[in-house]
């Protein structure tokens, strides 16, 4: 399989705000996160970052979190380059 790098979007319900989501995903799979930007607040949050690794893993990372509620969306505009 391909190694793939996606910039994304995460936006945290409140619940999972003061959880270790991605610490946990990066434990799981085989993945490198660079985060580019982020604001946490007790009420929401949202990472901007590069998820980078085997296509699979990526997919699988991203499910992840997508099933634990977490919007992720793709980055079509400018983050800090």
């Keep these: ?31 490198v996160v660079n985060i580019r930007r982020a604001s946490i607040t007790k009420g929401f949050g949202y990472v901007q970052m590069e998820i980078e690794g085997e296509e699979t893993e990526v997919q699988k990372a991203l499910g992840d979190l997508s099933k634990q509620g977490i919007d992720v969306n793709p980055i079509v505009k400018d983050i800090v380059e």
């Design 1 to 31: 399989m391909a190694e793939v790098k996606k910039l994304i979007e995460l936006d945290y319900p409140t619940e999972l705000v003061t959880e270790p989501v991605l610490s946990k995903m990066i434990k799981k799979y085989d993945i």
